[in-house]
Structures are given as structure tokens and as C-alpha cells.
């Protein structure tokens, strides 16, 4: 029966091939585009997860090295920098240089809770680079200011065959409450 089936389409095929050779030659190459481009779209999209997961581990890193946002009872406001914002903006734009991370765009807010015995200058960058880069700049910042966390960390891609991503990041900057610059 097998044997069958298979003379019967190898017949159906040579008679295509007779009557539309151009039909079958454009079918068959719009079916290995189909496969090639099948491939690159998993490639890409295995890579972005890849990346997702690495951002996340930076993420728990960064947690489990004490860089979570301390609550107040456990800080004194001898233990951390007199506030100086001027300083915080150099910092982070030294280390950005470093890396070579284009800030596209940077705001900050200072937050004075009457209940924390700290104040805290919340700083969000919008950049877009690639992946390394971007882990580079979390790595960096971190070893170079101590009193700086990562918060938070938001990663689009405009493209999914796109090697830049566009991030948004939060970081928070602890400082003694008495001080102000």
C-alpha cells in the first residue's frame, strides 16, 4: 500500500514539473525563505529571552548583595554620604561614559519622608543600547557607588532582529537626612 502512495505521488510531482517547472521553482523558493526566516525569528527570540533572564539575575544579584532599599530602622544617618546632587550626576555620568551608555534622557526626584531616617533621590534613565552594555552600566554603577540601587529595569526592543534594546531604569540614592546640598 505504501509503495502504492509513493508511485502514485512521484507521478504527480514529474507531471507538475511538466506542466508548471516555473510554479514549482518559485514555490520552492518561497518555502525555504519561509524556513530561513522560521529559523532567524526563533534565533532572535531566543536571544531576547536569553537576555530577559540574564536582567533578572543582575536583578537578584544586586538583591542578595544588600542593595535593596533599606528601611529606616536599620539606618542611622552617620552611615550614608551627606547629599550632594551635583556629585550623584557626575557619578552616574562618568560610569555611563565608561561603558559608553548614551543616556537618552535622565530625570530625578529627592523624596524626604518624614518616617525615613534618610532621604531618597530617585534617578530614572531612558537608554538605548545593547544588552552588554547595559548589564556593563548596572555592574559598574553598582561597585563604584554604594549607596546607589537598582530599583527597577524595563526593556523594549523595536524590532525583534534589533541588537538595541530601549530600557528605562530606576535607581534610588540614599543620603543623610540632616544635610542638604
Known amino acids: 500500500m505504501t509503495f502504492r502512495f509513493l508511485r502514485h505521488g512521484e507521478f504527480y510531482v514529474r507531471r507538475q514539473l511538466q506542466l508548471r517547472p516555473r510554479f514549482i521553482v518559485c514555490l520552492s523558493v518561497a518555502l525555504a525563505a519561509l524556513v530561513v526566516t522560521a529559523l532567524a525569528a526563533a534565533q532572535v527570540a531566543f536571544e531576547h529571552l536569553n537576555a530577559e533572564e540574564t536582567i533578572q539575575e543582575v536583578i537578584q544579584q544586586a538583591k542578595h548583595r544588600n542593595q535593596v532599599i533599606p528601611s529606616p530602622s536599620s539606618i542611622s544617618g552617620t552611615d ?9 550626576v557626575e557619578a552616574l ?9 548614551p543616556a537618552d534622557e535622565i530625570s530625578y526626584a529627592l523624596e524626604g519622608n518624614e518616617n525615613q531616617a534618610y532621604l531618597r533621590y530617585r534617578v530614572t534613565l531612558s537608554v538605548t543600547a ?22 527597577s529595569i524595563s526593556c523594549t526592543r523595536d524590532d525583534i532582529a534589533a541588537t538595541a534594546l530601549s530600557c528605562d ?3 534610588s540614592a540614599f543620603y543623610q537626612k540632616a544635610v542638604h546640598g
Open 80 to 88: 550614608l554620604p551627606r547629599f550632594d546632587s551635583a556629585q550623584l
Open 93 to 101: 555620568h562618568r560610569v555611563a561614559e565608561e561603558v559608553k551608555l
Open 130 to 151: 545593547s544588552y552588554p552594555v547595559i548589564r556593563k552600566f548596572a555592574e559598574h554603577f553598582q561597585a563604584q557607588l554604594p549607596n546607589v540601587s537598582l530599583d
Open 169 to 171: 531604569l530606576g535607581l
